[in-house]
């Protein structure tokens, strides 16, 4: 029914990839296990290398433990001054942000208004980065929706009558006509697969007086950020027109 779209022919960007953060993590791999080797080796190859199993914990402490902090100090500066630039040049206004919040992105596009925000959440061991956006409707709709991004172990099939939606979403709908036109509206649609291809957990809402999409990571690349915010506005009018029809 749908023709391969090449990227050319995208709604929304690949997200460009954090090769510094993707080359530390590497990095860093390398060198723990290295280290747990040399380790678990003992003192006879230790020595043999001109140095011994103890010294290693001034280079483990250095890679281990500081460097990162100092990289996530870095990261966290690039992407507040990203959002500061993409606010500024956007027309929107933008918080600041503190040693424990996040800058907030804030005004109007396309007749609505809008907000982006980051959130952080733990998880077992590790930290996930959130980046959430609201467009805000001029009055409370009838219809809900919701399409999430399907885990691994999520079994569940949606029913939509699009094999390749329900392959990759799980979708909850009060209007099945809302719904069925954005599955059949190429842009809508393809915008959506393009979501779920740049984002591991991916969720998007409508309800009463908002459209909300929250997605994994953190985005700084504008012409990202400005396409999702181009793609929520058409399901915003989408919504509005189904609300006036009835």
Known sequence: MFSKIDDSDRIIPRRRANLVGKLFQGGLSIFLIIY???LLLGGDVTGSLGFYTEWLFIPF??????LPVVVSMISRWRQKRAWEEFASSMGF???KA??????VIGGTFRGHKIALTQTSQQRGRSRMFFTSYVVTLPEN????LTIKKRSLTNFNRSNTGDEEIDGKFE???SSKKVLDEIITTNRLRQGLLDLAENNTSLHLGVEKKSIRLIESGQVGDPEYLTA???Y????AYLVERSDRIG
Request: no cysteine; glycine share 6%.
């Open 36 to 38: 747990i080797g040399l």
């Open 61 to 66: 402490i250095v890679v281990g433990v500081i």
């Open 93 to 95: 206004q933008v918080t």
């Open 98 to 103: 503190t040693s424990r919040a996040f800058p």
């Open 141 to 144: 709709t009838r219809n809900t």
């Open 171 to 173: 979708v909850k709908a």
């Open 228 to 230: 999702v915010l181009r």
């Open 232 to 235: 929520l506005v058409d399901i």
